[in-house]
């Protein structure tokens, strides 16, 4: 039996605590890089979208890369065919009018109202920075002023009483089209828009 089985072990060595102590230096080492790695993150993250073509300042927490040209495209799939169907409900308004009919006349304001909350409601579902979103909420407001004021044309009881709206209704729809002019000129320029 060997003296060192005999002393409960293993024989001691200056390689075995050399190769502890390297390793341990070396952990620090990887740990103390990754640190300083991690503190320049933030700035790689930047530089990154900027080279994509992403506007940081578009981007909602959560989203990688927001451009001013994906927000334009979310606002217009939801303003174009919502315009296009509020053309729509108007001209058949002015044509129930025209023939005097005011049960249609009613049935087309009460579709311009559902078209124009239809709108309001998409157009809520979009994450739009904040310079942008105090304008969305502005043209909601507005919307929804016009759709209060149409919902009273509607319940008139004469066609005489319907037309009475028709200048208020205008004056409201022209507010309604200065904010989506606001919002399509802030989504142009990005760097205004953050």
């Known amino acids: 039996m060997s003296e060192t089985y005999a002393r409960g072990g293993q024989e001691h060595t200056g390689a075995g605590g050399f ?35 992403c506007e940081p300042s578009l981007s909602p927490a959560g989203v990688q890369c927001t451009t001013a040209q994906m927000l334009t495209k979310q606002f217009l ?72 004021l149409t919902v009273k044309q509607a319940g008139s009881t004469s066609l005489t009483q319907v037309r009475s709206f028709n200048r208020r209704v205008d004056v409201s729809a022209v507010a309604v089209e200065k904010e989506v002019k606001l919002i399509r000129k802030a989504l142009a320029s990005p760097s205004q828009a953050g």
């Open 19 to 53: 190769i502890l102590v390297t390793a341990s230096l070396l952990a620090a080492l990887l740990v103390l890089a990754g640190l300083i790695y991690a503190v320049g993150t933030p700035a790689r993250h930047r530089a990154a979208l900027a080279a994509a073509g």
């Open 77 to 148: 799939a939801i303003m174009v065919p919502a315009r296009q169907q509020l053309s729509a409900d108007q001209a058949a308004y002015s044509g129930d009018v025209r023939r005097r009919n005011l049960a249609a006349a009613q049935t087309a304001l009460m579709a311009e109202v559902t078209s124009e909350h239809t709108f309001d409601t998409s157009l809520a579902r979009i994450t739009f920075p904040p310079a942008v979103m105090a304008i969305v909420k502005a043209l909601i407001r507005a919307n929804k002023a016009r759709a209060t």
